[in-house]
């Protein structure tokens, strides 16, 4: 383990201001990255996971918002940088891709042309030079005849393909970090698989640190090292993908698990589902997030529990419920099947 | 692509056909209208009616009546005016065209420009007090009715002012031909061009602000600042470059419905002399065949410039284009 | 305790307060809030009040008949009694100017015309011309033009081939133009319009109002049939046809809700549009005809006084651009209050 990590936030807040109050979309997040490693941040839509990596790559404009904490990413903060030194990181240091391959390229410019503009803007080298990595890159990424390919416009490439192009194009120079905002979502599910194994096999070649956003935990179930949980802008639990997996310490992350349905295991007899609705940003109840939609709540619910150590070695979570409650609950609770106990 | 252009270009001549037909009927089949009257002007005395039904076959069967029609203003282009001395109304209109474009081509030249600087001036100032006050400007712009503003210049440069170094050297109402004094024709021009413009840079730069900034929204300007690149270069080659598409096919449009005689009113108000001043006069005297002649002419050219600006679009924009 | 695969009382009280509010009512709410807009909807509103109370003023104000040329006429300013029609014009001095601005509400305000009328009534009469053929054939035209997009984009096949081709021949017209020729024929020499059993005075503002309606046709016609298609095809429609509701029931609950907000959007905007086509062809003395007034006649008027007497041409541009500005503002402000999109993107 390297002595500093790659990336570090240190309780990262992120409120917009609007007509109808201020919603506060990340509450005081706090995690890292060390170099190598991937990270999952899982969470439903409105738990806050895309705002915080797009505010750690300064990527939101909107003139309502307030960020307040730090980022520090190999030492400086990113929160404090200037224009000029923050579109410096941004592609070279830290490369990011996103949801919906289809409207994420630019429709008038072939892709070629697209994935040299990045290197051009990092590296001083030819077009020439940056012509022929665009192939190279392509080829990497698993696209037949990228010689003549390079030259076609997006629409001129499927959903699958275009994702391809858009991981291309992020790790064009190389990046320390590169975060994948629901990079499957848009996806078929055959091509999720494909997509995913080619960011595998990448991280591996190239010893890129990943942070993948999802909602779904089968996608990080086989590539996360560490997996965090989010839920109306807080970090709920996280810990090791067989802490997550295999100890969930939180009722929500019991529900996320609950609700994957499994190949290997009987029938359940109907599929869980959380019932209720996230919590409206702009009135977060006073204690635990999730406690109204909670089957566990109790007196002290009320009150805001902190994220943890509970467990030992690195496993946090915040809920007020002490561990051995919780493992006597999930027992009882959730279908005994669908966790695996560890002795 | 070629296949694409011909295919286009057929269409053009199909709607054009279509027109000269609906324009022939609004004028020789209106109900309770009789062609020959109408054509023959004011008061006209039994011989001119005569002639007119003898030369232009009225009364004859309908496809007759309009192929004779359209004989006479395409293949031997005489027909004539006859509430105007017999005039040769399609050697007029061409005499008249130079003025049109003058002014039409000045004024769009005008118009792009200023529109483009309006249009980025506020997105990029957007937050500050000016984006609102342009926006505002351009607003008043569009919401002048052209003719009036022409006056009103007209008041001001020809008027009282006329005699200070503001103004003085303004000619005249008129429009003098770039061949027979430069200077003339371009200081003949300054005002109607501004006038003819003023309206256009409020329309296209509100278009292109809103266009720029919605586009910023998108997300492959997302991705492009994500890359690294510099904002003002998001903003030329990302942004820019998406918003040109509604406006080329906005302005090809307008140009075109400029060029047809939609720049009448301000060709009468600065007494030029070109197809819009002719139509209006043509309808001042109840002089149909001239009416009618340009009426077709204005439409051919909007249809021409249709089928060009979609043929731009397509090369603006790879996803139309047909593989 | 409970099981999750149990039915679990949820805590409505923390339930989001905004989930499930009617869109009109959120985007009427939005419109209130936009102070620039609303200000817009009250300037607009002030002056079709201040035109609808047109003979009011004649009568009851200015004491004047607007329509009757008053050439020998006189009228008091500061106290004394002077000519409506003045010596003195023109370039020998010969002539007659008419008087101007009195600045004094009850008598002649903004001064005579060339025959001697009051201007200042005159404008209002004349706003009422212009905004009665602005509003009328701006709601005809959005009327025609939802009708038959809602029936070509609902049926499809040929009928949206044959309707819309027809659009494209009238859109290849320069409008103006169309307009004019329109105009030209059933205006000027003939005996009004005879369709059949239909006949229209020639005088009457409903053959302005009938043809500005029709050339603005396909300008409303795209984009309320880009919409149609664009719901026709959604899963709501299909599963109200499985729901057995028939054509007519799915046209008017189904698809006309949706589409109505685009018209809406387009409404203040046409109105605009329409006002200032009303005053160009009028100017040009095919619009409103004698003995009516509409701005645009005014203007027309105004031309031989323009270098004398300028308020007679600044004062309904003035108008023109004061009613066209308002409702542009509220236009913009309708369009930003309908935006489905929020300002606020706060995404998961």
């Known amino acids: ?343 | 692509m070629l296949t694409f252009i011909i295919r286009r270009l057929l269409w053009t001549v199909l709607v054009m056909f279509v027109i000269t037909v609906v324009v022939f009927v609004i004028f020789f089949k209106t109900p309770g209208v009789d062609p020959a009257r109408a054509l023959a002007g004011r008061s006209p005395n039994p011989q001119t009616l005569a002639e007119i039904r003898a030369q232009l076959g009225l009364g004859r069967p309908f496809p007759v009546e309009y192929a004779i029609m359209m004989k006479k203003i395409f293949i031997t282009r005489d027909l004539v005016s006859y509430s105007n001395q017999g005039t040769r109304v399609i050697q007029e209109i061409f005499a008249a065209t130079p003025a049109t474009m003058s002014l039409v081509f000045g004024a769009a030249v005008l118009w792009v420009v200023m529109a483009i600087a309006v249009g980025i001036a506020a997105a990029l100032l957007r937050g500050t007090i000016f984006d609102p006050l342009i926006m505002v400007v351009a607003l008043i712009g569009v919401s002048a009715p052209v003719f009036w503003v022409g006056q009103i210049v007209n008041m001001i440069s020809q008027g009282s002012l006329h005699s200070t170094v503001l103004f003085s050297w303004v000619p005249p109402l008129g429009y003098t031909p770039f061949l027979q004094s430069p200077g003339l024709w371009f200081r003949g021009l300054v005002l109607p061009w501004i006038t003819l413009s003023i309206l256009y840079i409020g329309f296209y730069g509100r278009v292109l602000r809103a266009n720029l900034l919605e586009v910023q929204n998108e997300d492959y300007v997302r991705t492009a600042r994500a890359k690294g690149i510099s904002e003002r270069r998001v903003l030329m080659r990302h942004t820019l470059r998406t918003s040109m598409i509604t406006f080329v096919s906005l302005f090809g449009l307008d140009f075109a419905a400029l060029v047809a005689g939609g720049a009448l009113v301000t060709e009468v108000v600065f007494g030029i002399h070109g197809v819009g001043f002719l139509f209006f006069e043509s309808f001042q005297s109840l002089d149909l065949p001239t009416i009618m002649a340009i009426t077709i002419y204005g439409a051919f050219f909007i249809v021409l410039i249709n089928a060009a600006v979609d043929i731009a679009y397509a090369w603006l924009d790879p996803r139309i284009r047909p593989t | 305790m409970a099981t999750l695969l149990e039915q679990v009382e949820v805590d409505t009280e923390l339930r989001p307060a905004i989930a499930g509010r009617n869109p009109w009512a959120l985007a009427a709410r939005r419109l209130w809030r936009n102070r620039i807009a609303m200000a817009s909807l009250v300037l607009f509103v002030l002056i079709v009040v201040l035109c609808l109370a047109a003979p009011l003023y004649a009568h009851d104000v200015a004491h004047v008949n607007p329509f009757v040329p008053n050439l020998n006429g006189h009228t008091v300013v500061n106290g004394k009694v002077v000519p409506v029609m003045q010596r003195g014009g023109g370039v020998l001095k010969l002539g007659e100017t008419p008087l101007g601005p009195t600045w004094d509400v009850s008598h002649y305000f903004l001064g005579a015309d060339s025959t001697g009328r009051d201007v200042a009534a005159l404008l209002l009469y004349g706003g009422r011309s212009s905004l009665l053929i602005g509003i009328g054939s701006a709601v005809l035209c959005s009327l025609a033009a939802t009708v038959i997009a809602l029936i070509a984009g609902f049926f499809g096949g040929v009928i949206d081939s044959v309707a819309s081709r027809i659009m494209d021949v009238i859109w290849a017209f320069p409008v103006f133009l169309l307009a004019i020729c329109i105009g030209t024929e059933l205006l000027t020499h003939s005996n009004g319009f005879q369709f059949g059993p239909v006949h229209i005075d020639p005088a009457s503002l409903w053959l302005p109002t009938i043809i500005i309606a029709f050339i603005y046709i396909p300008y409303v016609y795209r984009p309320v049939r880009g919409q149609v298609l664009s719901v026709v095809n959604k899963e709501f429609v299909e599963a109200a046809t499985a729901q057995g509701a028939g054509n007519m029931r799915l046209i008017f609950s189904e698809i006309l809700p949706n589409v109505v907000s685009t018209v809406i959007v387009l409404m203040p905007l046409m109105i605009a549009t329409t006002i200032l086509t009303e005053s160009a062809l009028s100017f040009l003395g095919i619009g409103v005809q004698p003995p009516n007034v509409s701005w645009g006649t005014i203007i027309q008027d105004g031309t031989d006084l323009v270098y004398t007497r300028p308020w007679v041409t600044i004062a309904p541009g003035l108008m023109i651009l004061l009613t066209v500005l308002s409702l542009n503002v509220l236009g913009d402000g309708v369009r930003d209050a309908l935006d489905p999109r929020a300002k606020l993107r706060v995404e998961g």
């Open chain 1, 1 to 343: 383990m390297t002595a500093e990590p790659l990336l570090e936030v240190r309780d990262l807040k992120v409120s917009f201001r609007t007509d109808d109050g201020i919603v506060r979309a990340v509450d005081g997040v706090s995690f890292s990255l060390s170099e190598g490693e991937t990270l999952g941040i899982v969470g439903e839509s409105g738990s806050g996971k895309s705002v915080t990596m797009m505010s750690v790559m300064r990527l939101i404009n909107d003139p309502n918002a307030r960020f307040e904490g730090e980022v520090l990413y190999k030492g400086r903060d990113l929160m404090k940088l200037d224009q000029a030194q923050i579109r410096g990181i941004r592609g070279a240091g830290i490369a990011m891709i996103f949801q919906d391959p289809m409207t994420s390229l630019n429709p008038v410019y072939r892709v070629g042309w697209q994935i040299e503009e990045q290197i051009l803007e990092h590296e001083k080298i030819s077009k020439q030079a940056a012509h022929a990595r665009a192939i190279e890159l392509l080829t990497d990424v698993g696209i037949p005849q990228a010689a003549d390919r390079v030259n076609d416009y997006p629409h001129h490439f499927s959903g699958g393909m275009r994702q391809r192009v858009m991981i291309a194009m992020a790790l064009s120079c190389n990046p320390d970090v590169l975060v994948a905002d629901e990079p499957t979502t848009a996806l078929d599910v055959t091509i999720q698989a494909q997509i995913l194994a080619l960011i595998r096999k990448l991280k591996d070649e190239f010893g890129t640190a990943v942070v993948l956003i999802t909602h779904d935990m089968g996608v990080v179930a086989d590539l996360a090292d560490r997996i965090q949980v989010m839920y109306a802008g807080r970090i709920i639990e996280k810990g090791t993908r067989r802490d997550i997996f295999y100890d969930p310490q939180h009722p929500y992350t019991w529900g996320l698990l609950g609700s994957i349905a499994r190949l290997d295991r009987p029938k359940p007899r109907r599929l869980a589902a959380i019932p209720g609705l996230p919590p409206s940003l702009l009135r977060l109840p006073e204690g635990c997030a999730f406690g109204p939609r909670c089957p566990h709540r109790f007196a002290r619910c009320d009150e805001r529990p902190e994220l943890l150590d509970k467990v030992g070695d690195g496993h946090l979570d915040a809920c007020h419920l002490d561990v051995e409650q919780k493992r006597e609950v999930r027992e009882t609770t959730i279908h005994p099947e669908l966790i695996e106990e560890v002795t």
